[in-house]
Every structure is written in structure tokens, then in C-alpha cells.
């Protein structure tokens, strides 16, 4: 028998996996791989005590193969806390997909992922993200049942995108009504950070409720349709987080809240839709709260959008949908107060609260 010796020198350049902080917990990845229609593609399944693990699937053209990993990895960690700090009986998962949605994305392509996700027999139910759409939901619903966010036209409950930033809207007025007193955000300066679909319905409520909005984006073609539609400002600047303002919205991509920006931000609260927006979320999560800015949790308020999938699972319509999703203004008030009253960063609070909805399910079915 032949023993293979890997030498440590090896091992540093394959790099953990195990060993990496994102991988915390983690029952399950599956690495997707396809040559004849150029899938890759990465599955995570963080934890199914409450139920399958549900998540959306990110198409996005990644530095490197381990970018992609931290990603999913990061993300289906999250959709955890998301489910159980909404009352959801759903687990965490995610999916990312290594391309261009604008340019690699093809039919064959969304149906041979749908397959992979078919093949884990539930465990993981995949729904939209960023690069993808109800469209292509559509398509993987052809050969797998394991899919939400499909088109309304085919009984799905449609584009997650409006109810995502809805949430986000309520966890933000939650957070006013905290700090300020008021949650009425008539003048506030709030920036908003990404102007996809959730960004732009975000800043359609923002809009029609007086608030002064400066918006910023990688696509200026976007920015200035924005502007044009809801009368909001362009942030022609080239470090908005030395601006003066009452609330950031971060909804473009995770980690813009790191020690680089907190150490400049200026913002009272900071509340939006992006997934992991604290780099570090023990550290960045502390310099916040030291900073007295008003932190609210990104997966308690951006999680309209499970909220909105989930109603193909439960069958319930739009009015429950709408009354669940308002429901995070109550749950948020809750956390900044428990973080106050416990002295603990908000982040904590939340962490806790949905842990602890975990742990005791754990212990019911032991």
C-alpha cells in the first residue's frame, strides 16, 4: 500500500477549509461542477434543527474559488439566524454560482444547478439572489420542486426584492424610533449604499416619506435612472462615510462596515439590506456600539425576502406576508432595547435570541 505524504508547505497552499472562521457549524457543502455547460457552483447547508435549509442562489463573478466558498459559507450561516430570529421553521442555506450573470448565465446552466440542488432531496431549497431572477427560478422548478421565488404566473410568490426592502424600511424606522424618538424619517439625511431591486424600493419608500436621500452605485446608468424616478440625489463624493448623515443603508454587497469605514462613519444608525455587513462581526459590532452609532442586525431586517418565499411553502398570501415582514419594526425595537438593558452590542442581542430558538429545538427533538 502506498501512503501519500502531504508536507506542510502543501497544506498551506491548499488552505483550510475546516479551519476557516466562516465555517462555523456547517452540516453540509457541496461543490457543483458541470464541463459541458460551465457550472461551478457551491452549496452550503449551515443548520436544518428548525427545518430544510432555504437560501438564495448568488451568481457573481468571484476573485478566486475561496472567495466563493467564504461567500456561501458566510451567507448560509446567516440565513440560519435570519429564519430563527423570524419564527421561520426553516434551516440555513445558500448557493453561489462562479460567473457572470450578464454574460455566463444560460438556460442549460440554471437547469443543471437545479439538478444538484434536486439531488440533496430537500435539504437545501434554493430561491433568488443577487444576478438572478423569478425567471430563473422558473427554470429550475423544471426539474427540481425544491425552489422558491418563482413567478407569480406560476404560483410562486414573485420577486422577493419589494418585501426584502419593506423589512429593511421597518427595521429603519424601528431604529429611528430608538435613537431619535420618532420614527418618522421625514429630513433625515439617510445614503443608501447599492441601487439593485431591493436598493431602489428602499429608496421609493424613503422617497414618499420625505426623507433626504443620496444614493450610490457602481452602475451610473442606475444612479441616474434613480434619481430621475424618486427625486433623490446622486453621491458624487468619493468616500461617503465621512459624510454627515442620519442613517447609512448599506444594500449592495457584505464587510463595508470594517475598521476603515467605522473609524470615518458619522452616521447615527446604520440600517439596511446587504447580507454580513460587519467585516468582523465581534469586533465591528463592538467599535459601533463604542462609536454610540445604532446598529440594526442586517439578518433580522433584510429578511423580508424569506419571509416573502417562504408563503410558497406555507401557502399564505400576501396580507400574512405583509403583517409577518412589518413584524420586524417590533423585533427590532426589542433587540436595541435588550442590547441596551444587557450592555451587549445589538448584534449579540439578536445572535442570541435566534440561537437560543435553535438550541432549544435541539433539545426538543433529543
Known amino acids: ?141 423544471k426539474v427540481t420542486p425544491y425552489v422558491t421565488g418563482i413567478s407569480e404566473q406560476n404560483g410562486g410568490a414573485g420577486n422577493p426584492s419589494p418585501i426584502t426592502a419593506y ?46 436621500v443620496f444614493i450610490s452605485d457602481i452602475n451610473h446608468e442606475r444612479l441616474q435612472q434613480v434619481r430621475d424616478t424618486y427625486s433623490v440625489e446622486i453621491y458624487s463624493g468619493d468616500n461617503l462615510y465621512k459624510e454627515q448623515m442620519d442613517i447609512y443603508a448599506p444594500c449592495a454587497l457584505g464587510a463595508t462596515l470594517n475598521d476603515h469605514s467605522i473609524e470615518q462613519l458619522k452616521a447615527k444608525i446604520i440600517a439596511g439590506a446587504a447580507n454580513n455587513q460587519l467585516a468582523d462581526e465581534d469586533t465591528h459590532a463592538k467599535m459601533l456600539r463604542e462609536k454610540g452609532i ?29 403583517r409577518k415582514t412589518e413584524n420586524i419594526y417590533t423585533t427590532t425595537l426589542e433587540i436595541l432595547q435588550k442590547a441596551e438593558k444587557e450592555d451587549i452590542t445589538t448584534h449579540k442581542a439578536a445572535l442570541t435570541i435566534a440561537q437560543s430558538r435553535i438550541d432549544a429545538r435541539k433539545i426538543e427533538k433529543a
Open 1 to 141: 500500500m502506498k501512503t501519500e505524504v502531504i508536507l506542510a508547505e502543501d497544506l498551506k497552499k491548499i488552505g483550510p477549509v475546516f479551519g476557516q472562521l466562516s465555517f462555523q457549524d456547517h452540516e453540509q457543502i457541496v461543490f457543483c461542477n458541470d464541463k459541458d455547460t460551465g457550472l461551478k457552483a457551491i452549496i452550503g447547508i449551515h443548520d436544518t434543527t428548525l427545518g430544510p435549509a432555504l437560501g438564495g442562489t448568488r451568481m457573481w463573478q468571484y476573485n478566486n474559488e475561496q472567495d466563493a466558498l467564504n461567500d456561501v459559507l458566510r451567507l448560509s450561516r446567516g440565513m440560519s439566524f435570519k429564519s430563527a430570529i423570524t419564527g421561520l421553521n426553516l434551516g440555513g442555506g445558500k448557493a453561489v454560482i462562479i460567473g457572470d450573470a450578464k454574460t455566463q448565465k444560460t438556460p442549460e446552466l440554471m437547469l443543471k444547478f437545479g439538478e444538484f440542488v434536486h439531488s440533496l432531496g430537500g435539504r437545501y431549497i434554493t430561491a433568488e439572489d443577487v444576478g438572478m431572477t423569478t425567471g430563473d427560478m422558473d427554470l429550475v422548478r
Open 167 to 212: 423589512g429593511t424600511f421597518m427595521g429603519m424606522k424601528a431604529s429611528a424610533k430608538y435613537a431619535f424618538g420618532s420614527d418618522n424619517l421625514e429630513n433625515k439625511v439617510v445614503y443608501v449604499q447599492g441601487i439593485g431591486n431591493v436598493g431602489e424600493a428602499l429608496v421609493e419608500h424613503l422617497s414618499n416619506e420625505g426623507a433626504k
Open 294 to 322: 445604532v446598529y440594526a442586525p442586517d439578518f433580522l431586517i433584510n429578511a423580508g425576502g424569506i419571509i416573502n418565499v417562504y408563503a410558497e411553502l406555507e401557502n399564505y398570501g400576501k396580507q400574512e406576508i405583509i
